[in-house]
């Protein structure tokens, strides 16, 4: 398992935007799958966005499809979640998440096997 680290998570009104970036330990495989997962209070951990090492794959929720881009620089070893057009059903814990063969669509039924730490997002209506 590789070591994750979240950071961005915060407070914001809903409409406005939010990035999460996820730093994976220096030694990293480049060909790492990484993405994000999220969990609402009382609710089970659900699928969000995940990224192909190269980044030519990419696959979102469709709750989110649209208004949050994921993107990574694989020379800092970092995948980023852009949030835009927030609402409070977003309201969640987010957490980075990898693994070294599954493919993003696959993710939301297959978890992967690496899981950061979370950070909290929480959109005020």
């Known amino acids: 398992q590789v070591q994750l680290v979240e950071s961005g998570g915060g407070l914001v009104q809903a409409g406005g935007s939010l990035r999460l970036s996820c730093a994976a330990s220096?030694?990293?495989?480049?060909?790492?799958?990484m993405g994000w997962f999220r969990q609402a209070a009382g609710k089970e951990r659900e699928f969000v966005a995940a990224?192909?090492?190269?980044?030519?794959?990419?696959h979102y929720a469709d709750s989110v499809q649209g208004r949050f881009t994921i993107s990574r620089d694989n020379g800092q070893n970092t995948v980023y979640l852009q949030m835009n057009n927030l609402k409070p059903e977003d309201t969640a814990v987010y957490y980075c998440?990898?693994?070294?063969?599954?493919?993003?669509?696959?993710?939301?039924?297959?978890?992967?096997?690496?899981w950061g730490q979370g950070t909290q997002v929480t959109v005020s209506s």
């Open positions: 990224i192909s090492w190269n980044g030519i794959g990419s």
């Open positions: 220096r030694d990293t495989p480049i060909t790492l799958v």
């Open positions: 998440a990898g693994d070294a063969s599954k493919w993003p669509s696959t993710w939301a039924t297959d978890k992967p096997d690496s």
